[in-house]
């Protein structure tokens, strides 16, 4: 019944924004547009661009793609804000840009695994942007999927298994900061984590229960609460990795139930954070927003 009513309120929405989507989207800003770049640019643009099959996308790009409010990034003239970053924590989540090729920013939504409730609650009106950028030589994409991480372990793109989140936040924790009068609820720290206290370090550098993490629905966790739910809860607050995530390096759609522990999905990354003027190439191209009405309200526009 919940599935039923989730998918019907997906297509009251996909309703709603389909004259919006309609024509193509805008690039907004760019920065060493080369050929690729360009080509991959014109694609998203293109809302009536062939989307690409699940089994046909590949892990192996230079380029990667980024969904960000658009507030946060640009100006209202649209140049790039002096301080804008490509996430709020000191490492962030991306896909490949052929995964949103003809999709629509709702489609884009629940491909990366955002909730039908969650988009209604925080998505809705809000004007989103996709930023496809390349980073510098020095940070590559690696192939470690163990959690056994290199020496220079910040300077690497990975995909995100369980174990080397775990591994991810674990260096993240060690050199996170204190900082006793921030508030709990503010969790934007893109350079560093910082914690309450130094117990709270702690139990993260300590904590054994991994395979549990791994194992257990996170619905079960949060039912059963303990040591086993406060370190998962910690991973979604200090480094978004939220309800939907798999840990197997796809993404996880956030209506369709069937993709559950499979291969299907998009492809996710995780990588250093960094400004976003400091990429050597990036694209900025709007995807609009969702604007949910009711008929009564539509009249009244």
Same mark, same amino acid.
């Given at each position: 019944?919940?599935?039923?009513? %989730?998918?019907?309120?997906? %297509?009251?929405? #996909?309703?709603?924004? +389909? ?8 690039? /907004?800003?760019?920065?060493? !547009?080369?050929?690729?770049?360009? *080509? ?7 809302? *009536? ?11 192996? *790009? ?21 301080? #804008? ?18 999709? +629509? ?32 030589? &020095?940070?590559? !994409? +690696? ?5 056994? %991480? ?21 260096? /993240? =924790? ?24 130094? #117990?709270?370090?702690?139990?993260? /550098? ?28 910690? !991973?979604?607050?200090? /480094? +978004? ?6 840990? &197997?390096?796809?993404?996880? *759609? ?7 522990? @499979? ?14 003027? $400091?990429?050597?190439?990036? #694209?900025?191209? $709007? %995807? ?6 009711? @008929?009564? =309200?539509?009249? &009244?526009?």
């Amino acid at each position: 019944m919940i599935k039923k009513y %989730l998918l019907f309120l997906c %297509l009251i929405i #996909a309703e709603l924004i +389909s004259n919006a989507s309609a024509q193509e989207r805008e690039l /907004l800003y760019s920065v060493s !547009l080369t050929d690729k770049l360009r *080509n991959i640019a014109t694609k998203i643009q293109d809302i *009536n661009q062939a989307k690409v099959p699940y089994a046909e996308l590949t892990e192996n *790009n230079d380029y990667f793609a980024r969904i960000i409010p658009r507030q946060y990034i640009l100006t209202e003239s649209n140049e790039v804000q002096e301080n #804008a970053v490509l996430g709020a924590k000191p490492f962030v989540f991306f896909t490949t840009p052929e995964g949103i090729y003809g999709k +629509s920013l709702l489609e884009i939504y629940l491909e990366i695994g955002y909730k039908a409730e969650n988009i209604i609650k925080w998505q809705r009106n809000q004007e989103m942007i996709v930023i496809v950028f390349r980073y510098p030589k &020095n940070i590559i !994409l +690696s192939k470690i999927k163990n959690g056994h %991480l290199p020496k220079v372990w910040d300077q690497n793109i990975y995909v995100p298994t369980w174990n080397n989140v775990f591994s991810i936040f674990h260096r /993240l =924790t060690k050199n996170g900061t204190i900082k006793p009068n921030k508030p709990g609820g503010s969790e934007f720290a893109p350079e560093k984590l910082f914690f309450n206290d130094e #117990a709270q370090k702690v139990f993260i /550098l300590n904590f054994p229960e991994t395979e549990k993490i791994k194992s257990t629905p996170y619905p079960n966790l949060k039912l059963e609460g303990g040591k086993n739910w406060d370190y998962r809860e910690l !991973l979604e607050r200090k /480094l +978004s990795i939220f309800e939907h995530f798999q840990g &197997n390096g796809r993404t996880l *759609n956030g209506i369709n139930s069937a993709n559950i522990k @499979t291969e299907n999905g998009l492809f996710e990354f995780i990588g250093p954070n960094m400004k976003i003027n $400091d990429f050597p190439e990036f #694209a900025i191209i $709007d %995807l609009g927003m969702l604007i949910i009405k009711d @008929t009564y =309200t539509l009249e &009244n526009d």
